[in-house]
């Protein structure tokens, strides 16, 4: 094979000093489209050694500084929570003696109403108790209703009586006062226990929660993130508010069961008052009975001696007229005889028919037996009248002891056999009530 020679021939290009550095051929060499000096090339190089190493002075003091950041975050972080650990146990701490106090206020508030229910309990039954004693009374006195004529006296007795349905009324409207102000105190003390309860609720909710956020840990599990919770509620409480808020629950508590215990106390002292006031008007009202009823007996004796008296005298009356009407009757015969003398004497005949002392003596005889028997049947027409005021004297006796009877039997054996079935007890909440019975009625007694 022949070889043929090349053809390094360039065609003539026209070019100017620019083509040199612009990429334009010299002697019809193809040149990169730039080209550089070696000062240029140089100075790149050099560039580049400085960018390089500041890059990686700051990439190194970016890592030295992130470092840096990461442990003082990560220091800042710990230290922060450890801070919130401690005032989360504070917080649990605080809650849990607030807790303490307000569920301590709300066991004595419990027992407080216990102990007020136990007082009005015992009011209610002191009131009931007054029920019978009044029952008891108004019956005594619409017993003595009975009384007949002059026994229906205002005495003593029934003063007395009056005197204690008054009383019984008096207290019982005072008992019923006590039982309404025990209702408005209890009242204050379930709004105080309602309270107590709620702010006890709310505390054991808090403290749960603020537990389950004590026991959190950087490696508890089923965490997750709330963007919403992130914030401060403006209408959540203060500190200072939160403890006024109990300490107000706490102190209104003590002052409900301070004015509870006044109230028990004032409840005793009036169930106490009224017991003893009830027991002294019933011995009064007693012994108001046992004098009425003795002054009655001695009445009722005297009236029953003066009875058996006038019955005698009554007696001595009907034998006293039937002896007048004997001497009556006796005075007929020699009132005959004087009379048959005077007439067979006036047959005298001529100077015979003398005023002679015979017949003086016969005419005075007339005229005294005449006198005699008027002066008798004066005597008797007295003494008839005298028998029949005795008869009105014993009818009357009779009646008068008929009413003494009837008085004494209500007094005694009505009113007092009814009050001395009442067995009087105090009804002190020291002491429970025991009764007797009322025959009429079964209706106990607790007083």
């Known amino acids: 094979m022949t070889s043929q020679a090349m053809n390094y021939t360039v065609p003539s290009t026209k070019y100017t000093p620019e083509h040199t550095r612009y990429g334009m051929p010299q002697n019809g060499v193809a040149l990169p489209a730039t080209r550089y000096t070696i000062h240029e090339w140089t100075g790149s ?32 972080t710990r230290r922060t929570q ?51 004693p009044h029952e008891v009374a108004t019956t005594c006195l ?7 004529s002059i026994d229906l006296v205002h005495d003593d007795v029934e003063v007395q009586l009056l005197k204690e349905v ?44 603020d537990s389950r956020c004590a026991g959190l840990h950087n490696g508890s599990l089923g965490m997750s993130m709330h963007n919403n919770s992130v914030k401060i509620d403006p209408k959540s409480a203060t500190p200072v508010a939160y403890e006024a808020f109990s300490h107000d629950n706490i102190t209104n508590a003590e002052k409900q069961r301070v004015s509870s215990c006044r109230q028990r106390e004032l409840n005793e002292h009036t169930m106490h008052q009224t017991s003893n006031d009830l027991h002294k008007q019933a011995e009064t009202v007693n012994e108001s009975f046992r004098i009425r009823t003795q002054e009655m007996i001695v009445a009722k004796t005297n009236l029953e001696e003066n009875l058996n008296q006038t019955i005698l005298e009554i007696g001595s009356m009907n034998e006293n007229i039937a002896a007048l009407k004997e001497a009556i009757r ?67 006796l009779e009646e ?48």
């Open 166 to 209: 008054e009383m019984i009324e008096n207290i019982q409207a005072l008992l019923q006062q006590r039982i309404s102000e025990s209702d408005r105190q209890l009242s204050e003390l379930r709004h105080c226990k309602s309270n107590l309860e709620a702010d006890l609720k709310d505390k054991c909710a808090s403290y749960g929660l």
């Open 400 to 447: 008068d002891i008929a009413v003494k009877t009837n008085s004494l039997n209500i007094d005694q054996s009505q009113c007092l056999r009814l009050r001395k079935t009442l067995v009087w007890r105090s009804f002190r909440p020291a002491t429970m009530f025991t009764a007797g019975t009322v025959s009429h009625n079964k209706v106990p007694l607790i007083i």
């Open 82 to 132: 450890n801070d919130i650990n401690v005032k989360l146990q504070s917080r649990i701490d605080n809650i849990t003696y607030w807790k303490t106090e307000v569920d301590r206020q709300l066991q004595k508030t419990d027992q407080e109403i216990a102990n007020l229910m136990s007082s009005k309990k015992q009011l209610e039954q002191a009131h009931v108790a007054t029920q019978l």
């Open 45 to 76: 190089n050099a560039n580049q050694y400085l960018t390089s190493s500041t890059e990686r002075t700051s990439s190194n003091n970016l890592r030295l500084e992130a470092e840096r950041l990461r442990c003082e975050t990560a220091d800042r």
């Open 142 to 148: 619409k017993h003595r209703e009975g009384r007949l």
């Open 330 to 396: 006796l005075k007929d015969s020699p009132m005959r005889v004087a009379h048959m003398r005077l007439n067979t004497r006036s047959y005298r005949p001529n100077i015979e028919l003398v005023r002679d002392p015979v017949q003086y003596g016969l005419v005075e005889e007339v005229a005294q037996i005449t006198d005699s028997i008027e002066a008798l049947m004066a005597k008797l027409n007295e003494s008839e009248a005298k028998l029949r005021n005795l008869e009105s004297n014993k009818k009357a």
